[in-house]
């Protein structure tokens, strides 16, 4: 028990509040319990929903899938190296939790010769003395058959700490971890973070939540990517200057011979190589909770569309994305990946929070607050370490791990946008 205002508060102070579970609030929380052994410590935000169109309170996680690439190889070294340093510890969290989320078959980015974007890769491959090698047309198709690929195409592979994660696992694993290390988990939606005064004059956090429950923490640590400025969580008269653009992905339904097939078939990711300049990502073929095997493709840029309201996010949720994205991509992957029979096929979709620096924002905002979100579509191979980066963060109140903070300073608006419009 403790007084605020005067009253007596029949309830814990926290060390740390996390608001927001998906990958980064859940491998923030943790963090947090490695970082101050002995803290009190909770994770708040609502499990995924079983019917996101039926969902009553509009809060998604951009984790609801069983595939994402990982990878170190990226033209950025600052995503590069949170990439390599969260791979890294991937093994352990699954030996330490039992829950798998990691297939290692290896990642390769597709290119032309020449072309900015693989040159990067190499100099970052370089800079973090990754194990990679470079192909051109025939070293692509003789090391994978199924695959096709233009005369001047070049590749840069990674075979090793590199292929797919499951996000929805992935996240379980985080939270089991967290739940066995003391971190108090509550499945909720948080309304409203505020100043609260204790009795002798230091300050409080008083979080809010859908359910009508009150918590008290000293230090509270926003991970509530998309959904940021739709609840009354910033103190006033902050708005993060954030993007939110929508992502569609496709599913292709292969058979079991197909998939036994693609078995040793790397994820891709093709840049400007067959002169449409339409980039796409593409995974193996991988089996859903359903029992079936699915080949995934997603865009680039080609078909994002900014997002501005509460709704407007919460109404794309529950689309199969932009339809007619469908088709382009499943001839993207039909041009790349020979031979498949594709038995069905659905989309699916979610919101990516961007900045203007391409970097995330992982900074205090108040002696009390910090943030930690914006993955500018990268974060899901890189969360661990983000996490790891935010806990050390919130746990000292202040920035304290060894990367450079001005990488990840948070921006304000001058101006308040329709992202103030709430749900």
Not at 54 to 66: L, Q
Not at 100 to 117: A, H, L, N, P, W
Not at 290 to 311: C, I, P, Q, S, W
């Amino acid at each position: 028990m403790f007084q605020i205002a005067g009253k007596m508060e029949n309830t814990k102070l926290y060390d740390v509040c996390i608001v927001g579970a998906g990958m980064i609030g859940s491998a923030a929380a943790r963090h947090a319990t490695l970082e101050s052994p002995g803290a009190k410590i909770c994770l708040v935000g609502p499990k995924e929903p079983k019917d996101r169109v039926t969902a009553g309170h509009g809060i998604y996680g951009a984790h609801y899938d069983e595939g994402r690439i990982t990878r170190s190889l990226d033209p950025d070294p600052i995503w590069a190296e949170l990439a390599q340093r969260s791979i890294a510890r991937y093994r352990d969290l699954e030996q330490r939790t039992g829950v798998r989320f990691f297939t290692e078959v290896g990642q390769m980015s597709i290119s032309v010769k020449g072309d900015s974007y693989i040159e990067n890769v190499k100099d970052v491959t370089k800079v973090l003395n990754l194990e990679t090698e470079v192909l051109n047309k025939d070293g692509i198709e003789n090391n994978y058959p199924f695959l096709s690929v233009d005369e001047n195409a070049e590749a840069v592979l990674q075979r090793k700490d590199a292929g797919h994660v499951s996000p929805r696992t992935q996240v379980i694993a985080q939270q089991t971890a967290a739940h066995l290390q003391g971190c108090d988990i509550i499945n909720d939606v948080v309304n409203q973070v505020t100043e609260a005064n204790q009795s002798g004059g230091s300050k409080c956090m008083k979080i809010t939540t859908g359910n009508g429950q009150v918590i008290f923490a000293k230090r509270v640590l926003l991970a509530t990517g998309a959904f940021t400025a739709f609840r009354d969580l910033l103190p006033r008269g902050k708005e993060l200057d954030v993007k939110l653009l929508t992502q569609t992905v496709l599913f292709l339904e292969v058979s079991d011979s197909d998939a036994q097939r693609l078995k040793t078939m790397p994820c891709l990711l093709t840049k400007h190589n067959d002169g449409d300049k339409f980039d796409t990502y593409i995974l193996p073929p991988i089996k859903y909770p359903n029992g079936k095997y699915y080949l995934k493709v997603g865009h680039g840029e080609d078909f994002e569309r900014e997002l501005h309201t509460a709704k407007e996010v919460a109404d794309w949720y529950k689309t199969e994305g932009d339809k007619l994205s469908h088709q382009p991509l499943l001839n993207k992957i039909l041009r790349f990946v020979k031979g498949v029979q594709v038995l069905s096929t659905y989309g699916d979709c979610c919101v990516t929070t961007h900045t203007p620096t391409n970097q995330l924002y992982c900074d205090m905002v108040t002696p009390t607050l910090g943030v930690a979100t914006a993955g500018n579509g990268y974060a899901a191979k890189s969360a661990d370490e983000i996490g790891k980066m935010a806990a050390k963060m919130i746990i000292a109140g202040r920035w304290n791990h060894d990367l450079p903070r001005d990488n990840f300073r948070a921006r304000f608006r001058v101006k308040p946008t329709k992202l103030t419009a709430k749900l």
